[in-house]
């Protein structure tokens, strides 16, 4: 998809007062993802689950009989290009609020939002800093540090004390690898090697092989794409260790490839229901992936959100979404979800691939 295509959903214009106002206006909002490029496979679906809420809202009437729009831009999960896309929107269009995804792209304009009081809504992306990086970032996801806990506790209760890590040389990657480092350890257990990939990266073998050296009990993966290869790549392998992850491991076309069986992740736990799904792939020819499924989710909190905000008569803006959000605080979407800081918590499990299929093993709550 270009940049800054309309795509008829949610994009939200700044500034727009409807106190006292009668007649219906049309609110825009704006999502910034990676829709061509090495991250496309992920934004098309975050972007379908953004569309796919916003074009149900508006079959009814829009929220409170105002319709809402989205400007979609296309940054192919690049920070350079994510700033002058948020500068493009809030700019020159005064969107108060944005979809974003990825955590370098989020990092960049995390900064931006503080100064011009946009509202940013991450739902993709996992990076430690993102917690902090700006009281108007909100994250529906946990940390990556949130998930390294939950898998380091789990490995060491499997006897898998031996480690070697994989992880993508990027803000994501390195962040992973930096919890892993600390976080495995402290559970009991030991690090014999780490090694980076790149993003977009297609051959893993060279890495493998010196991982595959260390003769670990289990391999740690924190990439955000390039899974099917890498899958592939470790079945040819045969390795004689465990492979483990995070929720970035959930790449539906490395689940359904039979390599994967037998890999583990943990994975955030937020489900569609059946006649959700179904209406979803009757519209965009695709399941409704992990995704797609938490931007849904995302666009559902918004609606929330613009809801309250047109009921008590205020503005919106970045500013009264912001503090709207937070005092609702709970929402009950596709997943219980509550805002005790810029991060929400949600339930996180621990998955096998299995036969095509990924299936919790355990469940536990990130705090």
Known sequence: MIRGIRAGFVALAAGIVLCG?????????????????????????????????????????????????????????????????????????????????????????APLATRK???????????????????????????????????AKYLIQQGKKNAVVLFENDAAGIGGRDDFLDLFPKAGGTILAQE???????????????????????????????????????????????????TFMSDPAAIADPASTGLIHTQVQIDAPPELAAAFKAKFGDDMDFFGRQYYNAAQIILTVLDKILTEKQPVTGETMHDTLFAIRSFQGLIPMEFKSNTATVPIGINMMKDGKDVTLTKVTAE
């Not at 679906?45 to 074009?55: H, K, L, P, T």
């Not at 509202?119 to 993709?124: P, T």
């Not at 790149?198 to 003769?215: N, S």
């Open 117 to 151: 009081k946009v509202l940013l809504v991450n739902a993709g992306a996992q990076s430690d800093k993102l917690k902090t990086a700006s009281p108007y970032l909100v994250n529906t996801l946990p940390s990556t540090g949130d998930e390294v806990a939950v898998m």
């Open 196 to 246: 980076p990939t790149q993003f977009g990266q297609t051959d893993y073998r060279p890495a493998l092989l010196k991982l595959a050296a260390a003769k670990p009990d289990v391999m740690y993966v924190v990439t955000t794409a390039g899974m099917v290869p890498l899958v592939q790549q470790l079945k040819q392998m045969n390795p004689g260790f465990l492979v483990a992850g995070t």
């Open 21 to 109: 106002v009668a007649s219906a206006e049309t609110i825009h909002l704006g999502a910034i993802l990676p829709l061509t490029g090495p991250g496309a496979v992920v934004g098309t679906q975050e972007m379908r689950g953004i569309q796919f809420a916003i074009d149900a809202a508006n079959a009814k009437g829009g929220v409170q009989g105002n319709r809402v729009e989205i400007q979609f831009e296309d940054n192919q999960a690049k920070p350079d290009q994510s700033v002058l896309s948020f500068n493009k929107l809030v700019d020159l269009q005064h969107i108060p609020m944005i979809f974003t995804g990825y955590s370098g792209p989020s990092l960049a304009m």
